[in-house]
């Protein structure tokens, strides 16, 4: 997550789409799908409120790092390859946060996640410009966290998801 403190010196970029997502408010004429419940009840919250399912957070988070972009920001902004736990404790706080929160305080927890990113920006070894609130970075980073949940259900719950389960975690 963003709010591991920027590293002196990455040059700073900023691809198109991220000054959008950190600027536009949530829209809230367009109303949640109604297969996607986030209340109590919900899969999400059965899966995430099982303990088990951080086993699984390893891999995921093993996985946003493969990801240049985001692999590129925690090399630059964040001391996790030195203390890998630093990043996963502060972290989860936060995301489990806002999937136990509920109305304006769940979106106000997400706009504090995404709030923490603006200044994770620069440029990879590569060459390549990246920043955190890019549409492909952002995606990826929470396409790693659904399959954690996926992976979690498929382990440690009886049964397997239907597609319309599925999709509500999705």
């Known amino acids: 997550c963003g709010h591991l403190g920027g590293r002196p010196g990455a040059r700073s970029t900023e691809p ?5 997502l950190m600027t536009e408010p949530l829209n809230r004429a367009q109303p949640r799908a109604d297969s996607a419940p986030l209340g109590p009840g919900s ?11 951080l086993v699984t957070g390893s891999a995921a988070g093993i996985m946003q790092l493969m990801l240049p972009g985001l692999g590129a920001g925690v090399t630059d902004h964040s001391n996790f390859f030195d203390d890998p736990y630093d990043r996963i404790f502060r972290s989860i706080p936060y995301i489990w946060g806002s999937i136990f929160s509920q109305g304006d305080e769940a979106e106000q927890r997400g706009r ?3 709030d923490f990113h603006p200044q994770i920006k620069g440029t990879d ?6 920043h955190a609130l890019d549409p492909e970075v952002y995606w ?4 790693t966290f659904t399959w954690e949940f996926f992976r979690a259900h498929e382990l440690y719950f009886p049964g397997q998801l239907s597609r319309r389960n599925q999709e509500q975690l999705y």
Request: charged share 35%.
């Open 43 to 53: 899969h999400l919250r059965k899966i995430a409120g099982d303990p088990r399912s």
């Open 125 to 130: 070894d590569q060459g390549r410009r990246y």
């Open 112 to 114: 504090q996640i995404r």
């Open 140 to 143: 990826w980073a929470h396409a």
């Open 16 to 20: 198109a789409g991220a000054r959008r």
